[in-house]
């Protein structure tokens, strides 16, 4: 499985991005996808999931409210949508895939339970 994130970029306090990730897997209908975000000189963090039908969804306590994850499986594209932008949201943003995902009880939510990633975009919030 191959991703490609895209659609980071430079933006003010308040202000919204849409991160799209596209996957090269005819299969991604059937994957748990994530985002998760990485900040200079911290550790890579979980901030939403979708499940494969798109019908569930979950998010890290810190971008509840502000971020909506979707998907299309008619183009095997997963999204991030983020508003009300805060400049603690900048990091370099990551999509992945938990092949796994149907069969947990729980969400995934760490680094090691997702097993493809894409390359990163990063995204840049000034105040």
């Known amino acids: 499985v191959q991703l490609q994130a895209f659609g980071g970029g430079l933006v003010q306090a308040g202000g919204s991005l849409r991160l799209s990730c596209a996957a090269s897997a005819r299969t991604f209908s059937g994957y748990t996808m994530g985002w998760f975000r990485q900040a200079p000189g911290k550790e890579r963090e979980f901030v939403a999931a979708?499940?494969?039908?798109?019908?569930?969804?979950y998010y890290a306590a810190s971008v509840k409210g502000r971020f909506a994850i979707s998907r299309d499986n008619s183009i095997s594209t997963l999204y991030l949508q983020m508003n009300s932008l805060k400049p603690e949201d900048t990091a370099v943003y990551y999509c992945?895939?938990?092949?796994?995902?149907?069969?947990?009880?729980?969400?995934?939510?760490?680094?090691?339970?997702?097993?493809?990633w894409g390359q990163g975009t990063q995204v840049t919030v000034s105040s």
């Open positions: 979708i499940n494969w039908s798109g019908g569930s969804t």
């Open positions: 992945a895939a938990d092949l796994r995902g149907r069969f947990r009880e729980s969400w995934a939510t760490s680094r090691s339970e997702y097993d493809y």
